[in-house]
């Protein structure tokens, strides 16, 4: 792999943690609690971070009211069509105004979608179609762009709202490769200069189970964090089987979750909720990645199903990543973060930290966030957060935690694609680029798409 130099290489590790102006943050009054009775100093609690640096998202049910808000809509399908109601449901005074797609029959369906169900009309002049459909879109009288495209197009259609003054929520990943990802930290850079908001789809940092572990976890509850294990194992996604009308490149992008230049495979499209989560709670950057994979059962596309990672994080802490889309397997998608004086875990549907002798320290109380709050779908509480920061004139901006659990991911893939360790600034410094030198919806050669990866090299008989 070439390396190309960039100044983006090295960098404060979330200089910014989020948030500029953001209400929320941990004061050291809230960190120096018993973790249990008595008053010795073994039982005080250690904060992971100095009080400031602690982003916690105020999470109320509904954003708060002010100036509408008006939104164009990037990607018309089912993602970008959920994402769309989920603005729209938190709070009053938002609308979708504009959108645009490749594909008029989605376009079609979700305007179809949102004006029968939440009386959302969008006029036929502010429907963009094509591949440069987003630049119009964002260039429309709209406060803010929602982008739900293929995760290839995340970070030229990011920097492209940013540079049209634009608010953006954008569903993660951040970008499939090391081009995507410098354009994408340019993009979050030039945001934070500008005073413009950016949240993007890992919904777990507005889930109130996690944000209360993350207090805790802060807090010093599993004191300092050594290792961590994260999973997502499932069965196999949702695909598209190829229609006769279809070109290749139509039927590529319909079922774009199996295709690698398109998605950056499920290590990085799903994985990344995961290990961002471990990004979010150790504030820690990877350094080097090691992984393998394979494709077992797979039979669309040239992803693979299954793989297995080791993360080496700052400090020498080590994370083990699995994912794996096979059917009829043990299925597991959750998050166990172990610390010095005990471990955070997301098991059975539950937020819960042991001590060092398995016995229950602390445990999110469900039952309780049901009797507090109204809305609890973590897809409506970004939106909420989002415009609550925007009607307030603050700046949030989480989207630098998605992007450095990207490349983590970014990492992984093609480690377990080549066989090779990677390093983060060998990586970030690559030319690596998955963006085709012609974008079409015609027929291609296939055989430049559907070569599935194979690490290195097969023994002479």
Not at 192 to 214: A, K, N
Not at 356 to 380: C, H, I, R, S
């Amino acid at each position: 792999m070439t390396k190309k130099k960039s100044d983006l290489s090295r960098r404060t590790f979330l200089s910014n943690v989020a948030v500029i102006g953001a209400s929320g943050t941990l004061g050291a009054g809230s960190l120096l609690t018993a973790c249990s009775g008595g008053g010795s100093n073994e039982n005080k609690l250690t904060p992971l971070r100095p009080a400031g640096e602690v982003y916690i998202p105020d999470l109320p049910d509904k954003a708060i009211e002010g100036k509408p808000i008006k939104a164009a809509l990037i990607g018309c399908g089912s993602r970008g069509t959920g994402a769309a109601f989920n603005f729209l449901s938190a709070g009053d005074g938002l609308s979708i105004v504009a959108c645009a797609d490749i594909f008029k029959d989605r376009m079609d369906g979700c305007r179809k979608k949102l004006k029968e169900e939440r009386n959302n009309e969008i006029a036929d002049d502010m429907c963009f179609l094509g591949f440069d459909a987003y630049k119009k879109a964002c260039e429309a009288p709209v406060d803010m762009v929602i982008i739900a495209t293929p995760t290839l197009f995340h970070p030229e259609q990011v920097k492209y709202a940013i540079d049209q003054g634009k608010h953006v929520f954008c569903e993660k990943p951040a970008a499939i490769d090391a081009v995507g990802y410098r354009t994408y930290m340019m993009a979050v850079k030039q945001a934070q200069t500008s005073g413009l908001c950016i949240v993007t789809g890992t919904q777990r940092h507005h889930q109130r189970g996690y944000v209360e572990s993350y207090k805790k976890v802060q807090e010093g509850y599993i004191g300092r964090i050594t290792s961590a294990n994260v999973y997502w194992n499932q069965g196999i996604m949702n695909f598209a089987r190829r229609r006769p009308e279809w070109t290749d490149m139509e039927y590529m992008f319909r079922d774009f979750f199996s295709w690698n230049w398109l998605c950056g495979d499920h290590v990085i499209d799903q994985l990344v909720h995961n290990v961002d989560v471990f990004t979010w709670f150790s504030h820690l950057k990877p350094v080097r990645v090691i992984g393998m994979g394979s494709r077992l059962r797979r039979f669309t596309g040239n992803i693979y199903d299954n793989f297995s990672v080791d993360f080496e994080y700052e400090g020498g802490v080590h994370v083990h990543g699995m994912a794996r889309q096979i059917d009829n397997c043990d299925n597991r998608v959750a998050e166990i973060i172990q610390g010095t004086k005990g471990s955070w875990n997301t098991l059975n549907d539950k937020f819960t930290i042991l001590d060092l002798d398995g016995n229950t320290v602390w445990q999110y109380d469900k039952e309780a966030e049901k009797a507090n709050f109204k809305q609890n779908d973590p897809y409506v509480l970004e939106h909420v957060n989002l415009v609550n920061h925007i009607r307030n004139g603050k700046v949030i901006n989480i989207a630098e935690t998605t992007a450095i659990s990207s490349m983590a991911c970014i990492m992984a893939r093609e480690s377990a694609y080549t066989g090779k360790a990677y390093t983060w600034d060998e990586m970030t410094q690559s030319d690596l680029s998955y963006m085709p030198a012609e974008l079409t919806l015609g027929n291609v050669d296939m055989s430049k798409y559907e070569a599935i990866p194979l690490p290195g090299t097969t023994p002479k008989a």
